[in-house]
């Protein structure tokens, strides 16, 4: 059972990898996978994609998903 994790931008910098691969074990919805991925609280404002569809960082995870995690989008 895992979940496959990606990062990108200033998170991929900020983990030091791109890509993951986590035991599902106890995940159960996207904050989890980020806490599990990065040892880490997770940052309200991050956007979160749960097999490429944009999700609340609360949403259910299941084995097998792709969660991405990308910093939030600043405009200016």
């Known amino acids: 059972m895992s979940i496959n994790v990606r990062f990108f931008a200033s998170l991929k ?28 609280e997770a940052d309200e404002e991050m956007l979160v994609a749960i097999n490429k569809e944009y999700a609340a960082l609360d949403r259910t995870v299941a084995d097998g998903d792709e969660v991405a995690f990308f910093p939030p989008v600043t405009g200016g």
Do not use: K
Not at 15 to 34: H, K, P
């Open 13 to 40: 910098e900020r983990i030091g990898s791109a890509a993951l691969e986590i035991d599902a074990q106890g995940i159960t919805t996207a904050r989890d996978v980020w806490t599990s991925a990065s040892g880490q």
